[in-house]
């Protein structure tokens, strides 16, 4: 399985950037994409996550401005984030949970660097 992160970069405060993750080598398929920042010195936390079927969850601070949504034909999920503000600068994780033979299997992917400046 592999995880591919895109589209971190500096922005400006008011921006907007779009995150892109992914996943290749998942045969039995992808139940959860998700997307996860962690700050240096903080724990890792979710942002958004989104089922094969399109139901969504959003950390509540984020409702509003962040945006999660999955293309299931190109096996890749998108975060879409507005309004961005400094304290949004993180590394940002993408996060799939896979259907396995026996069980479902939880990969990370390679962090993206999202920075935010005011």
């Known amino acids: 399985v592999q995880l591919q992160a895109s589209g971190g970069g500096l922005v400006q405060a008011g921006g907007s950037l779009r995150l892109s993750c992914a996943v290749s080598r998942s045969p039995l398929g992808i139940r959860v994409m998700g997307w996860y920042r962690q700050v240096p010195g903080s724990e890792r936390e979710m942002v958004a996550t989104i089922t094969r079927t399109g139901y969504t969850k959003y950390a509540d601070a984020l409702k509003g401005r962040f945006t999660i949504s999955r293309d299931n034909a190109k096996d890749t999920a998108y975060l879409q984030m507005n309004s961005l503000k400094p304290e949004d600068t993180a590394v940002y994780y993408c996060?799939?949970?896979?259907?396995?033979?026996?069980?479902?299997?939880?990969?990370w992917g390679q962090g993206t660097l999202v920075t935010v400046s005011s």
């Open positions: 996060g799939v949970t896979l259907y396995g033979r026996d069980d479902l299997e939880f990969y």
